[in-house]
């Protein structure tokens, strides 16, 4: 079993930037790629980035790419996701995944490839 928890969430004015942590507990020995959701409202969940289980690779969704940056601190177990230019439409709750099978440089867009995930943090973005 692996806990996630996420942080950082909040209220922001439109330019905005909120940074999200989200620490991982419980069967954290081997190191996994881990990626970052979200799920506006009336909306699919949809993937916003990820990375592999070094950092080496990321990956990010179009409607994010050049104002969202995801890193990660393995030795605390924990990832981040530094927020930029924040804009209404980003306005959703922002959930955390643990991606147990990926290959060590391999990053997933896909939610189902994910098997463990966090309760989710609101950001909400006034214009």
């Known amino acids: 079993q692996v806990q996630l928890v996420e942080s950082g969430g909040g209220l922001v004015q439109a330019g905005g930037s909120l940074r999200l942590s989200c620490a991982a507990s419980g069967r954290t020995r081997s190191t996994y790629a881990m990626g970052w959701f979200r799920q506006g409202p009336g909306k699919d969940r949809e993937f916003v980035a990820g990375?592999?289980?070094?950092?080496?690779?990321?990956y990010y969704a179009d409607s994010v790419k050049g104002r969202f940056t995801i890193s990660r601190d393995n030795a605390k177990n924990t990832v981040y996701l530094q927020m930029n230019s924040l804009q209404p439409e980003d306005t959703a709750v922002y959930y955390c995944a643990v991606n147990r099978l990926s290959p060590i440089q391999g990053v997933s867009s896909w939610y189902a490839d994910y098997d463990y995930w966090g309760q989710g943090t609101q950001v909400t973005v006034s214009s």
């Open positions: 990375i592999s289980r070094s950092g080496g690779n990321t």
